[in-house]
């Protein structure tokens, strides 16, 4: 069963950082590619980034580019997410997830439908 937890989202204001960290289990974490989505107050779920499993291919959508950084650390089963100059339109719950691609970031589309408490981050002006 998957189990994610993330973690390190907060209070800033515009132009801080937060570094935001996600825990998985339940899978061979090293075998699947990972994405951080997000969603915002009456807002669909969006993908923000990925990264395959080894780490070395990384996608980014318009809005995160030169600002957020995705890696992973496959010994420690973790996905980390270090954003910074962060803005209002940041501000959302941030979720981390399989997806599918393995070798390859191809993009958002998640292999499971199971989700973590996510994690809120706030960015005030």
């Known amino acids: 069963q998957l189990q994610v937890e993330e973690s390190g989202g907060g209070l800033v204001q515009a132009g801080g950082s937060l570094r935001l960290s996600c825990l998985v289990g339940g899978l061979a974490f090293d075998a699947f590619a990972m994405a951080w989505f997000r969603q915002a107050p009456g807002k669909e779920r969006e993908g923000v980034s990925c990264?395959?499993?080894?780490?070395?291919?990384?996608k980014y959508v318009d809005s995160a580019k030169g600002r957020f950084t995705i890696r992973r650390d496959n010994a420690k089963r973790e996905l980390l997410f270090q954003m910074n100059d962060l803005k209002t339109e940041d501000t959302a719950m941030y979720f981390c997830a399989p997806v599918y691609g393995g070798d390859k970031c191809s993009g958002f589309q998640t292999i499971w439908n199971s989700w973590g408490q996510g994690t809120q981050v706030t960015v005030s002006s």
């Open positions: 990264i395959s499993m080894n780490g070395r291919d990384t």
